[in-house]
């Protein structure tokens, strides 16, 4: 799009969309050092992911108030007011996918306190899926690609399917090793969280969508995961 | 929306061109106005709103140089038959300026000037009657009803644009044309008009034209975007604030133009 006349105005939308980018690249990073940590049983590494949780939430504060400013001062219409407001909520989207990595760190270090166990894998292979997708899910906001968005959109399904079966996987192992419940209950609740970035990536190319074209993207979506899966 | 697409048209403009001798104006323009909306029109200066405008109460047939050629009806009859009554046309489509001006005259004659040109009251009873009811409906009431004798140039800017907005709905239009009502008045005035304009809405039809892009966005519920004598664009004022389709619609409202 060509430029504002007012040029501040073309400069706080771009200094907008590279904090977004950057809370993206802290939440992705949050996310692949917490699976580090729980896949080498790196406790050192999971303490320090908790603790970097704060930076994610201060770039969120900082967007808010950003945003709050540009809709008071420069009154923004179209393709400027829906950047704005679309920042406003993948800052809230991003803020919650590095929650649930801090909380994957935080169960990680409980799971190094007992003994390794198998399924373990399966979780790492869940979030490596999930991993992709959010990766490129900010690859699409940093581009305005919304067909790379719908993509992700649709690859929601494909960590539905992977997360009950994980399910499944998790149920069959305690039952067989009750010694294992402790673990495999945490590894449960980490899938679940992991699922849950899944979801806010899919929210995030909803917005996305909304933010280059100007309509909702239509259609439903498959939601969560079916049958015992809770 | 405010309007159902099936009725008919309150005003309807098909292929209107102007030219201002061999300024070609405004461009085959096609524009439906829908009885109770108010419909806004944007665009740069010089790109043909208030020519527009003075084509629906035939202002420009007193432009020397102006020629307009098209079709624009007024619930159905045709504004530029060779039948119309301009004086009785403009009973119908009322017309609000930029600069508020009222007429030499006391606050009461301002209004009571034009049903007393279209003999509209019997006695002073009624006229009485249409004078406080124009002032009410134009929530100028309460601050004048105790000068009604004083001279209309004695109120606020604001006051007077009120003023002027009673005296063009004392006649009963059903149209009100506004050509930048209020760039001549402070925020809280504007505030006002603004809130009138809303009102007015009930009983009457209103087309304005308007600078500010936040008070098309305010007070209208369609917006056309003008530019260089061609209606770019025309949709509800959300899709127009929201997701305009035009390029150029878009360019101009986000101020990345020219
Ligand atoms: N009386 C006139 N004589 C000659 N040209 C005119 C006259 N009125 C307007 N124009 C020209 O017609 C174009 C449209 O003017 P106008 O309708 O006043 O634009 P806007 O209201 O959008 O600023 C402009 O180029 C203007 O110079
Ligand atoms: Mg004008």
């Known amino acids: 799009m060509s430029e504002h006349t007012v040029k501040s105005f073309d400069e706080e939308l771009s200094h907008l969309s590279n904090t977004i980018a950057r809370m993206g690249g802290l939440a992705e990073a949050q996310l692949g050092a917490a699976l580090q940590a729980l896949g080498n049983r790196d406790s050192d590494l999971a303490v320090r992911v908790v603790a970097a949780d704060a930076q994610v939430d201060e770039l969120e504060q900082e ?20 950047q704005i407001v679309a920042a406003l909520k993948i800052a809230s989207e991003l803020e919650r996918i590095a929650d649930y990595a801090a ?26 899926l999930v991993q992709s997708i959010l990766k490129d899910i900010m690859d699409a906001y940093v581009e305005q ?22 399910f499944r996987e998790l149920i069959t192992y305690m039952m067989e090793d009750p010694r294992t419940i402790t673990a495999c209950t945490h590894l449960m609740f980490m899938a679940k969280n992991i699922e849950r970035i899944g979801d806010h990536a899919t929210n995030i190319a909803e917005t996305l969508h909304f933010l280059v074209v100007g309509t909702p993207l239509k259609g439903s979506r498959p939601k969560g995961p079916s049958v015992e899966a809770p | 929306m ?19 001798g061999d300024k070609h104006a405004l461009k085959h323009v096609d524009l439906d106005i829908h009885a109770h ?31 307009v050629t098209g079709l624009l009806t007024l619930d159905g009859d045709d504004i530029y038959d060779r039948a119309v009554d301009v004086v009785q046309l403009r009973a119908r489509v009322g017309m609000v300026f930029q600069k508020p001006n009222p007429f030499p005259k006391s606050i009461f004659d301002n209004v009571a000037y034009g049903p007393r040109i279209h003999g509209m009251a019997r006695d002073q009873a009624e006229l009485d009657e249409i004078v ?20 209309g140039t004695s109120l606020s800017g604001g006051q007077q644009q009120r003023l002027c907005i009673a005296r063009a709905i004392a006649v009963s239009p059903e149209l009100i044309l506004m050509d930048e009502p209020c760039s001549a008045l402070d925020p809280i005035a504007t505030a006002r008009v603004e809130e009138l304009i809303d009102e007015l809405r009930e009983n009457f039809t209103i087309v304005i034209v308007t600078h500010s892009m936040q008070q098309a966005a305010r007070v209208s519920q369609r917006t056309a975007f003008f530019h260089l004598g061609e209606l770019v664009e025309v949709g509800d004022t959300e899709q127009i604030f929201t997701n305009p389709q035009h390029p150029l619609t878009q360019g101009y409202i986000t101020g990345r133009f020219g």
Request: glycine share 6%; hydrophobic share 45%.
């Open chain 2, 132 to 151: 406080m009811t124009s002032l009410e409906r134009a929530g100028l009431l309460a601050e004048v009803r105790d000068r009604l004798d004083e001279p």
């Open chain 1, 63 to 82: 967007v808010q108030h950003f945003t709050v400013r540009l809709l008071a001062l420069r009154q923004p219409v179209a393709a400027d007011l829906r």
């Open chain 2, 2 to 20: 405010s309007h159902s697409p099936s009725l008919p048209a309150k005003v309807r403009a098909r292929d209107i061109n102007v030219h201002y």
């Open chain 1, 103 to 128: 909380n994957v760190a935080k169960r990680a270090l409980v799971l190094n306190q007992q003994a390794a166990v198998k399924p373990v894998g399966a979780v790492i292979n869940l979030a490596r």
């Open chain 1, 145 to 166: 690609d919304v067909d790379k968005a719908i993509g992700v959109w649709n690859r929601d399904e494909e960590v539905d399917d992977l997360y009950t079966g994980l």
């Open chain 2, 37 to 67: 909306e108010v419909v806004a029109l944007i665009g740069p200066s010089g790109c043909g709103k208030s020519t527009f405008l003075r084509c629906i109460n035939r202002m420009n047939d007193q432009v020397d140089s102006a020629r």
